[in-house]
């Protein structure tokens, strides 16, 4: 009952949190779950329609918390604040930091490397991925915190 009443309104807010991302279904998601986990703490000082916006708001927030590190961390962050010209030792340290990401990468198993390719440099959601691989979100989930691991690792190799 609550996913049929809220997930249209849950939808359309995650989507305009997310700045139209592919990636709102997660933010969906995650939000039911994490209402269903803690519907036994909801008082009703508020709406339900309120607790569950406060939820996808918390959760929009932790997952672009988390979306920006790892691509800041990778080195894969597309854009750069408009006005902002990037020094030729920015440009280098960038490249090199790319080149350490690449080389990385290659040495991860290929299921690793498509998780992390079809999340980071692809901007894949979490279902979405779970479509293209032919498995459940969890399975993609699992692999991708465990892919993570593996490439933090990698890096750190890499570099030293």
Known sequence: ????????????LAYRLTGWSADS?????????????K????????SLKTWLTG?????ARGHQRSETRWRRWLGMDRGV???????PGDRLASAERQQHVHRALRRLSAGDREVIVLRYLESM???KMAEALGVRRNAVDTR???????LAKALSE???
Do not use: C, N
Request: glycine share 4%; proline share 3%; net charge neutral.
């Open 125 to 127: 959601s979490i279902a």
């Open 55 to 59: 939820i996808a708001v918390r959760v």
């Open 144 to 150: 991708l915190h465990r892919a993570k691991a593996r």
């Open 1 to 12: 009952m609550i996913v049929q009443r809220y997930e249209p309104y849950l939808s359309q």
């Open 158 to 160: 890499e570099q030293a």
């Open 81 to 87: 604040p408009a006005g902002t010209e990037l020094t």
């Open 25 to 37: 279904a997660d933010v969906v998601q995650e939000t039911l779950v994490v209402a269903w986990s």
């Open 39 to 46: 519907l036994s703490t909801f008082r009703g000082d508020s």
